[in-house]
């Protein structure tokens, strides 16, 4: 993934800035930014601060703590941490390989020094909230009200940022499409590590019948 990331930066950067590709996407940007309201403005500080660096950082500590003392094992706390931190890296590896700029809109953040693609606060939002949704969907499988209610704030959350960070100005559809996707393949690798893998194995011991005594 990390590798696949690094490739689609260069494309757009070298190939598709000077395109009707790289117009369409600055295109969004100026329009969002047309449509710019006092409370959109305030709305949207919110959103795009709950992926905040160390909003993300501090949470994903504390959820580390609680997962294993809820749990009584490291898996949930260890995913966590897997996807987060993967996609950080592969974010700051692409990002200064990739080197895009920012949308020619004004921002309405100050800018960090990394570029533009991909977007570091969704591809974290996704890693993050979609990531503890998939852990508390895992231990309340058989509760669909709760399971939807956990995806609803897990996949909106992201979502919400997503769009928050374009309509700032910090950054472009392509950004934030792509670090939707990047935070999607950290969760789902890890998942798959450490949460499906556990589960199967405790659901087949509950399933063997114990012995009676004769």
Same mark, same amino acid.
């Given at each position: 993934?990390?590798?696949?990331?690094?490739?689609?930066?260069?494309?757009?950067?070298?190939?598709?800035?000077?395109?009707?590709?790289?117009?369409?996407?600055?295109?969004?940007?100026?329009?969002?930014?047309?449509?710019?309201?006092?409370?959109?403005?305030?709305?949207?500080?919110?959103?795009?601060?709950?992926?905040?660096?160390?909003?993300?950082?501090?949470?994903?500590?504390?959820?580390?703590?609680?997962?294993?003392?809820?749990?009584?094992?490291?898996n949930e706390s260890i995913f966590l941490v897997v996807? #987060?931190?993967?996609?950080?890296?592969?974010? =700051?590896?692409?990002? &200064?390989?990739? !080197? %895009?700029?920012?949308?020619? +809109? $004004?921002?309405?953040?100050?800018?960090?020094?990394?570029?533009?693609?991909?977007?570091?606060?969704?591809?974290?939002?996704?890693?993050?909230?979609?990531?503890?949704?998939?852990?508390?969907?895992?231990?309340?499988?058989?509760?669909?009200?709760?399971?939807?209610?956990?995806?609803?704030?897990?996949?909106?959350?992201?979502?919400?940022?997503?769009?928050?960070?374009?309509?700032?100005?910090?950054?472009?559809?392509?950004?934030?499409?792509?670090?939707?996707?990047?935070?999607?393949?950290? #969760?789902?690798?890890?998942?798959?590590?450490? =949460?499906?893998?556990? &589960?199967?194995? !405790? %659901?087949?011991?509950?399933? +063997? $019948?114990?012995?009676?005594?004769?």
């Amino acid at each position: 993934m990390a590798f696949l990331t690094i490739g689609v930066g260069l494309l757009i950067t070298k190939v598709l800035e000077t395109t009707t590709i790289g117009a369409s996407d600055q295109g969004v940007n100026e329009e969002l930014a047309g449509s710019r309201t006092t409370f959109w403005t305030d709305i949207t500080d919110v959103m795009s601060g709950l992926s905040d660096t160390p909003v993300i950082v501090i949470a994903t500590a504390v959820l580390v703590v609680v997962f294993r003392l809820v749990f009584k094992r490291w898996n949930e706390s260890i995913f966590l941490v897997v996807a #987060v931190w993967s996609q950080s890296i592969i974010f =700051l590896l692409s990002t &200064v390989l990739a !080197e %895009r700029k920012r949308p020619s +809109v $004004p921002h309405l953040d100050p800018a960090p020094p990394t570029s533009s693609f991909p977007s570091g606060h969704t591809s974290a939002a996704v890693a993050f909230y979609c990531g503890v949704a998939l852990v508390l969907t895992v231990h309340t499988h058989r509760y669909k009200i709760l399971n939807v209610l956990w995806w609803v704030l897990g996949l909106g959350i992201p979502l919400s940022i997503a769009y928050s960070r374009m309509y700032r100005g910090m950054h472009h559809l392509s950004d934030v499409g792509w670090g939707f996707l990047l935070g999607v393949v950290c #969760v789902a690798v890890a998942a798959n590590a450490l =949460l499906r893998h556990p &589960v199967i194995r !405790e %659901r087949r011991l509950r399933t +063997v $019948p114990t012995a009676q005594p004769s």
